[in-house]
């Protein structure tokens, strides 16, 4: 509304032209709301910190565990749904929740508030494995009908109950907030689109980058509770190369994403059984 209250009539002073100053002052108030933005963002962030006594952590989380058992517990049927369903096999179900169960009950991971849960989902076609905030465990059918032994299985939830311990998810959305808050900065500050866009690709590398650390501490989190449930870590690298034969060799450069390579997953993993068997 300023701008219009300050356009110039050719009985002031010529041309509109020599009339800047409302637009400079404009640009300055965009840009200081943009600092008071992203300040906010980042305070906000590294306020919000919590101790994780099982991997001895100090994590930037902005939601409670019962909340993320809430939201696990919201987005269950959903996830359900987008895989087909559960397999309706009663004994194939069995089996599944009592391998997950045995590697919660005797590991560190039942120190833990959460309430795992594991599920067979009937897909058999796409191959996955995830868990959601808060416990729930899913593998798919796909994936299950590829295992060997009964460790790869384990090994594959031992990977993702590191993921509910380590609070991943409760970490990723604090690190959306984040990136949300200096995205939305950098739009005030600029009000140009493709600077917004190059400001978002960088705050997803950002995040792709933490995604891949998060995969291997739950390798290393999977070695750990394996171990401790009395099965064979070296399964795990069994699934590694399940994995890498599934996606027939084409996979796009580990930077770019949000898993580790094979290669490196494998090594990381060699290394957490050396280090948890003379613990």
Not at 119 to 140: R, S
Not at 192 to 210: G, P, R
């Amino acid at each position: 509304m300023a701008i219009f209250r300050n356009t110039p009539t050719t009985n002031q002073q010529g041309t509109a032209g020599r009339y800047r100053m409302p637009q400079k002052k404009n640009v300055r108030g965009g840009i200081l709301v943009a600092i008071l933005l992203a300040t906010f963002a980042i305070c906000k962030y590294y306020s919000n910190s919590q101790f994780n006594d099982i991997t001895g952590e100090t994590q930037h989380v902005s939601i409670s565990p019962d909340q993320e058992i809430a939201l696990g517990l919201h987005s269950l049927p959903s996830m359900i749904e987008q895989y087909g369903g559960l397999h309706p096999d009663p004994e194939a179900q069995k089996f599944v929740k009592s391998i997950g169960n045995r590697i919660v009950q005797n590991s560190d991971a039942l120190q833990t508030p959460y309430q795992y849960d594991f599920h067979l989902l009937n897909d058999p076609n796409v191959i996955n494995a995830f868990a959601l905030p808060g416990g729930q465990v899913f593998i798919t059918l796909a994936l299950f009908n590829k295992l060997e032994t009964e460790d790869q299985l384990a090994g594959i939830f031992g990977h993702e109950v590191g993921h509910v311990v380590a609070r991943h998810g409760a970490e990723r959305i604090a690190k959306q907030e984040l990136t949300e808050g200096l995205t939305g900065a950098a739009v005030v500050a600029s009000g140009d689109y493709n600077t917004a866009q190059a400001a978002q690709m960088i705050a997803n590398v950002v995040n792709m980058s933490y995604g891949r650390d998060q995969e291997l501490q739950s390798d290393d989190l999977g070695v750990r509770f394996m171990m401790q449930a009395g099965y064979d870590p070296e399964a795990l690298i069994g699934v590694m190369k399940i994995l890498e034969e599934a996606s027939g060799g084409q996979r796009q450069p580990e930077f770019m994403s949000t898993h580790p390579s094979p290669e490196n997953r494998v090594e990381r993993i060699r290394e957490a059984i050396e280090k948890y068997s003379t613990q």
